[in-house]
């Protein structure tokens, strides 16, 4: 069974600089989808980016960027020009590509707080 | 923007009494999931569904708990008989044909 480690229960950044969530997960598979989601107090589970085991480059979107390190298992979080509203719970997630309807198998999280 | 939507918010029940949580997917979205998060712990799949029978369940997934999509728009989790341990924030998931699963906002379920 697949499993997603976050090893950083918490985190914390100053407003307008960077921080790197980071993320490692278990696998046999060699095709796989990982994903970062966001959760606010809300507690609404919002994706934040996508990658694909197969693409070397690493995804981007806006401000949120990853380190996929696919040897290492490794799939890290960079997010820059942080804002007050990035604080949020953030989870890693890992997705068999394999035929069916997998689930995601989620990591236990790191806390986000933004200091202005 | 289409977006999954959940009903109630907020339930709260008694323990041993049936709770439905109700969820309606995005429109053309075919997978289907219940996932539920115990306060402040990690978000635990449940069971997913497609062309109207379980994909998958966890262990989590016992006989207390069914799932079913009576027409072509809610997709509806239940639990039986109600215990303290199912208190949870209860998320329900769908996809179409691309890699995300889009969330609902969630159902807080407190069982007294």
């Known amino acids: 069974a697949q499993t997603v480690t976050q090893s950083q229960p918490e985190m914390s950044v100053q407003e307008a600089e960077t921080v790197t969530l980071s993320c490692t997960y278990d696998?046999?598979?060699?095709?796989?989808?990982l994903f970062w989601y966001k959760q606010p107090p809300s507690r609404q589970m919002i994706l934040v980016i996508r990658q694909e085991a197969y693409k070397q480059q690493n995804a981007t979107e806006n401000r949120f960027s990853v380190n996929f390190q696919k040897a290492a298992k490794s799939f890290s979080l960079k997010i820059s020009d942080s804002q007050l509203g990035d604080a949020a719970m953030y989870f890693c997630a890992y997705r068999s590509r394999e035929a069916g309807n997998t689930p995601l198998v989620f990591g236990k999280g790191t806390r986000l707080s933004v200091i202005a | 923007e289409p977006e999954v939507t959940q009903t109630p918010s907020h339930q709260v029940t008694q323990m041993g009494q049936e709770v439905i949580l109700r969820c309606v997917p995005i429109s053309n979205h075919l997978y289907f999931y219940w996932y539920r998060q115990i306060l402040g712990q990690k978000v635990e799949f449940l069971v997913s569904f497609y062309n109207n029978e379980i994909s998958e369940k966890s262990e989590i997934f016992d006989d207390q708990f069914s799932v079913e999509r009576p027409d072509g728009s809610n997709f509806t989790l239940k639990i039986r008989s109600t215990k303290l341990e199912d208190s949870a924030m209860y998320f329900c998931?769908?996809?179409?044909?691309?890699?995300?699963?889009?969330f609902g906002p969630g159902t807080r379920l407190t069982v007294t």
């Open positions: 998931a769908s996809r179409g044909t691309g890699r995300e699963q889009y």
């Open positions: 696998t046999s598979e060699s095709d796989y989808y």
